[in-house]
């Protein structure tokens, strides 16, 4: 009785690491789809060596290795990191650091901006036109939204 419990167990192992392995692997003949979600006749035979691959003890690393060799980089969905593929590794955060930065320059600027104005007022240094400007826009509320003056009170406004 407990060997057939074992030998369960063994096989749940198994398929498990088996359908694990099999999510990540491309179907080459599909291309879209991963080897586990396929059903090409390559498909098939790529998810029967994954398994007698796992029942002869090899590991999951030692699987992928020679998936690899056999079939090229591209059947693994995760390609891995060499200097080849850094650019598209580090790409995603080498834009949003550049977006980050742009951002804390622009409000850097615009409240340094606002202060020195704020202090040059207060001291009663005359600020210039575009200094004025600013401030009016700032100081200024928006006009309400959704209310637009009809034709003749903007007649009469003249």
Not at 9 to 25: F, L, P
Not at 71 to 82: I, M
Not at 108 to 114: G, I, P, S
Request: glycine share 6%.
């Amino acid at each position: 009785m407990e060997n057939k419990d074992d030998e369960v167990k063994k096989s749940q192992v198994v398929d498990a690491r088996a359908r694990n392995i099999s999510h990540n692997v491309r179907c080459t003949e599909c291309g879209s789809q991963s080897i586990e979600d396929s059903q090409a006749d390559i498909a098939i035979l790529l998810r029967k060596l994954i398994r007698d691959e796992i029942r002869s003890g090899k590991s999951d690393k030692e699987i992928y290795k020679k998936l690899e060799e056999d079939y090229g980089e591209t059947v693994l969905y995760a390609p891995k990191f060499d200097l080849q593929t850094a650019a598209l590794w580090l790409s995603p955060l080498l834009v949003a650091g550049a977006a980050a930065g742009v951002w804390g320059y622009k409000k850097h600027r615009q409240k340094t901006n606002v202060h020195i104005m704020a202090l040059n007022l207060v001291r009663g240094v005359p600020l210039t036109p575009k200094e004025k400007e600013t401030m009016l826009d700032l100081l200024t509320p928006p006009p309400p939204q959704g209310v637009t003056p009809s034709l003749w009170n903007r007649w009469q406004s003249r």
